[in-house]
């Protein structure tokens, strides 16, 4: 089946820890997104790519990264300089650059910081 | 991309129709309305857009006003599934390099058995 899968589910990061959350896609689609979502609020864009070896920061890039080096996986890795990381992380793509075509989501990864 | 408003919360009893209100007073000429919604710990789902024309697919009606100043999402026959945070999003699709959806808080709609 096609999809967006997202790993792991849950994710726990040690004060000082890099990590990289896993984000794949079957669909063919060219563009891939990071988004954040804290406890009762609405998404915000980390990063985003249209295409490969391309990506572009959202509104919250500041301690995180990205590497769009094949088409279907896009990693997001959390640095330690995030300071509150702790969050549920949202990986979504489209058919082409621009969000005018619908936005498929993966089902998540909850980070938490220990 | 236009401010949207929603109420933060609504009830609905399972198998009537629920119709979730938003209010989009700044849209532009070229801002479509997206909805989406999201069930408790998983991912956005898209459920439906338009630009100035009724819509409706297998999930939902999207009714949008003549002023394109308000717009409501229809489920006919809600169910307990239905339970989610419901985004509405007004999009500029001509300029391209516009990347981002915005997403508020939406509404968090209750079905009640």
């Known amino acids: 089946d096609g999809g967006i899968t997202q790993s792991p589910k849950y994710l726990f990061r040690k004060e000082g820890q890099n990590v990289t959350l896993s984000c794949e896609q079957n669909l063919n689609h060219d563009a891939m997104y990071w988004y954040r979502q804290d406890p009762g609020q609405g998404l915000r864009l980390i990063y985003y790519?249209?295409?490969?070896?391309?990506?572009q920061k959202g509104d919250i890039a500041e301690g995180y990264s990205v590497s769009r080096e094949k088409k279907e996986s896009f990693p997001l890795t959390v640095t330690s300089a995030q300071k509150n990381p702790t969050a549920f992380y949202l990986c979504?793509?489209?058919?082409?650059?621009?969000?005018?075509?619908?936005?498929?989501f993966g089902p998540g990864t909850r980070l938490l910081v220990l | 991309d236009a401010k949207t408003t929603q109420p933060t919360s609504m009830d609905c009893a399972e198998g009537r129709a629920a119709n979730l209100p938003c209010n989009h007073s700044t849209i532009s000429g070229n801002e479509y309305v997206y909805w989406y919604r999201q069930i408790h710990s998983q991912g956005p789902q898209y459920i439906i857009h338009?630009?100035?024309n009724n819509e409706t697919n297998e999930m939902a009606s999207l009714i949008i006003t003549e002023d394109r100043k308000s717009s409501t999402l229809i489920l006919p026959h809600a169910t307990l599934r239905d339970t989610a945070v419901y985004y509405c999003?007004?999009?500029?699709?001509?300029?391209?390099?516009?990347?981002?959806?915005?997403f508020g808080t939406g509404t968090r709609l209750t079905i009640i058995p």
């Open positions: 338009g630009l100035k």
């Open positions: 979504a793509s489209n058919k082409r650059g621009g969000v005018q075509e619908t936005q498929y």
């Open positions: 790519s249209q295409i490969v070896n391309d990506f």
């Open positions: 999003i007004a999009l500029d699709i001509s300029n391209f390099g516009n990347e981002k959806l915005t």
